[in-house]
């Protein structure tokens, strides 16, 4: 099994930073990538940020230039950088991993940006 921990959501004014961190642990054998999506209220759950074992990112439109997605492969940890925060950037984000065709989720953290 493996498991998922994410850490970093809160309460931020718009324009402040957070940062997203996701630890993975228990049986990984092969990452083939991580990533977080977000779901906000009455919406569908979303993309947000996408690194590959090589290093090869994907970034939905709306967090261009602001977010950054990084991974740290000897810790099996991926974290996203949240910068220039804006109030429809208010959403649970959950983090994802996949591996050897299997995807693996975590319970999500909160994320609320104020006017």
């Known amino acids: 099994q493996v498991q998922l921990a994410e850490s970093g959501g809160g309460l931020v004014q718009a324009g402040g930073s957070l940062r997203l961190s996701c630890a993975a642990s228990?049986?990984?054998?092969?990452?083939?990538?991580m990533g977080w999506y977000r779901q906000a209220p009455g919406k569908q759950r979303e993309l947000v940020a996408e690194i590959t074992s090589g290093g090869m990112t994907t970034y939905t439109e709306s967090v261009k230039g602001r977010f950054t997605i990084s991974r740290a492969n000897a810790k099996n940890t991926v974290y996203l950088q949240m910068n220039s925060l804006k109030p429809e950037d208010t959403a649970v984000y959950y983090c994802?991993?996949?591996?050897?065709?299997?995807?693996?989720w975590g319970r999500g953290t909160q994320v609320t940006v104020s006017s």
């Open positions: 994802k991993l996949g591996t050897l065709g299997l995807s693996y």
């Open positions: 228990g049986r990984i054998s092969s990452i083939n990538a």
